[in-house]
């Protein structure tokens, strides 16, 4: 089981607020909206055409930067709302920044939400991220609201990463993790399909309820870019 990101699930359980993380001004606000609030507050973001490739990822030629767009562009073409996929790009990321800070340091992050209704939820996500060795790594995965016994906030299933290394160039691994992605936004949406055939304990449909006195889960941090599974969680 690998934590990730998601402002949904176990994140916004109990009484966690913006005064236990020391964000005095907000402290009477959720950390589920402080989070959100940061990250548009912070985090440039827009369709790919703004998305300043160049500057993100200096050391990818010409051609390879030409087949990440082309990709981007299938990620369009591939939306059911028709609408162009939005981005966020963190360039305090742009060099490896070093394992000081928790967490996985994103360069480049898509996410869609395909389902969410009655607490139930279903999403993908591509984020390009760099390793704990400092090498560049695309990773893609659909993830689920976890309804276990014990509160994992969500599951990921049948992830994707490619780290960019040896022959496999950054274009290599974008095109691998989009094409993944853009079969996951085709697919079922029905949060219940992915976990019954993951083997994953059902949702509310099925008759079971969430317990409110579950464990908080992992919190995640609040850093814009900072992805909330740390290395070693691998």
């Keep these: ?7 949904r699930g176990s ?4 009484s966690v607020t913006a005064t236990t993380l020391g964000l005095g001004p907000l402290r009477a606000l959720p950390l589920k ?26 050391d990818a030629g010409v051609a390879d930067l030409d087949r990440i767009r082309r990709s981007a562009d299938a990620i369009d073409g591939a939306q059911v709302s028709r609408k162009p996929q939005v981005w966020q790009w963190f360039p305090q990321h742009v060099t490896f920044p070093g394992r000081a800070k928790a ?14 209704e009655g607490g139930d939820w279903l999403e993908v996500s591509l984020d390009v991220e760099w390793t704990e060795e ?8 659909i993830s ?13 299933i049948d992830p994707v990463e490619r780290t960019v290394v040896g022959t496999t160039s950054l274009a290599d691994a974008f095109e691998t993790s989009a094409d993944r992605f ?53």
């Excluded at 402080?34 to 990822?57: H, K, Y």
């Excluded at 967490?103 to 969410?116: H, I, Q």
Aim: charged letters at 20%; proline letters at 7%; one cysteine or more.
């Design 182 to 234: 853009i079969q996951w936004l085709t697919g079922p949406r029905d949060p219940e399909f992915w976990r019954a055939r993951a083997s994953f304990p059902l949702g509310s449909r099925s008759g079971r309820l969430r317990c409110s006195s579950r464990s908080a889960g992992p919190l995640r941090d609040a850093s814009p870019g900072m992805d909330e599974r740390s290395w070693e969680a691998n």
């Design 33 to 58: 909206l402080v989070i959100l609030m940061l990250r548009l507050m912070n985090t440039p973001s827009g369709t790919f055409d703004a998305v300043p490739l160049e500057a993100l990822f200096p």
């Design 134 to 141: 400092g090498l560049l790594s695309v990773w893609s995965a």
């Design 1 to 7: 089981m690998v934590f990730r990101k998601s402002f």
């Design 103 to 116: 967490g996985t340091p994103e360069v480049l992050l898509a996410e869609v939400s395909l389902y969410d």
């Design 11 to 14: 994140l916004v359980r109990g």
């Design 144 to 156: 689920v609201a976890c309804w276990c016994e014990v509160d994992h906030n969500a599951h990921y």
